[in-house]
């Protein structure tokens, strides 16, 4: 039995499927999950001592790569000041200046500990603000798993929807409409019949939580011209998006100002942390100054916002993003250049520091077309790549990512590795 494979039959004993969140089981690509040791830059080790490329990155934040020194600075220091007060402390109010610096939509922002904190929080500060209770969201989008939001489309578009996790009250489901992504059509006529009733519509602007499909140019400006013509809150979900795909996030890259804007991931650097935040008067409903509640005890953590305002001082240096976004590239270029030379359904999109890899013959516009991928064939490939030193998400529908610790001979290695399991596929 490998050290893997002990610790995982270890774990089962007191933790439900061994993992403190499904996806880590493996659930999806089947085996044993890697239970890692150390990381440092864009490596990880295992418990049996294996390296692999890591293009998870603890699922996005890592955007400088592992125990990147000067953020492994700011955390211990914070620490030996006191690990949390839960009173205010005045890096909190640098962390919200430079949010709002970096982010002309946020007028003002609250720190949370985690992306599903941010995305409920902003749904029931949109609710409260409008005094209205339907929820917009759309197919193969995640925003954490706050009740409202484990909602998957019932068959008929204006249906209501259906829960997707049992313990979610009907009730509750039966606010939340369920569209497909990229579908202008069907968002007109979802607005033009419900449209005094929708507090507001939520939306992953590069979904990564169905692999990677980027919102259309129709579609997004779809979204902000309905929802503002509605009255309706337009609320971009960027907690994977934000400072992953450029510095001005997803928002920057379509030129658009949504209403409110969810952080998480690399705004924590590593760390719990996320936020929420937007226009100053849709903000100014939150306690302590109007009727909408919402609180943490860990809220605004010294040692999240030590690593968070670390992590942006330094991607926010110039040219950061566009060698991130160039070696991105590199590897999506380098997998497509694969598929093709092999001839087989195998190819890849990346925007700005994400990437999909998709077991298709063209890159995926909807969920729809992700589901058509070949699941079987990418759990193959996830597993032999493994094999090569090569961690991929555990599963066909994430996203991936890459950091500023990977090098040129990382990217070339993957592509490597890539070209030969395919071909033993
Ligand atoms: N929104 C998006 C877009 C996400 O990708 C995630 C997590 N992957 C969440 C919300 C939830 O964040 P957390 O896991 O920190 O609760």
New binding site residues.
Partial sequence: MSRNEELFAAAQRHIPGGVNSPVRAFGSVGGTPRFFAKGEGAYVWDADGQRYIDYVGS??PLILGHCHPQVIEAVEKAARNGMSFGAPTAAEIDLADLLCELLPSIEQVRLVS??????MSAIRLARGYTGRDKLVKFEGC????ADSLLVKAGSGLLTFGNPSSAGVPAAVAADTLVLPYNDVAALEALFAEQGAAIAALIV?PVA??MNLVPASKEFVAAMRKLTQDHGAVLIY?E??TGFRVGLGCAQGLHGITPDLT?L??VVGGGMPL?AFGGRADIMAKLAPLGPVYQAGTLSGNPLAVAAGLTTLNLIRQPGFFDALTARTAQLAAGFNAVGKELNTAFTAHSVGGMFGVYMSATAPQSYADVMACDRARFNAFFHAMLGEGVYLAPSAFEAGFVSAAHSDADIAATIAAAKRVLLAL
């Fill in positions: 699922w996005g985690s992306g599903t904190e941010a995305t995640y925003h954490g798993h992953e990564g939580n979900d907690v994977m969810c998480g991931k996320a």
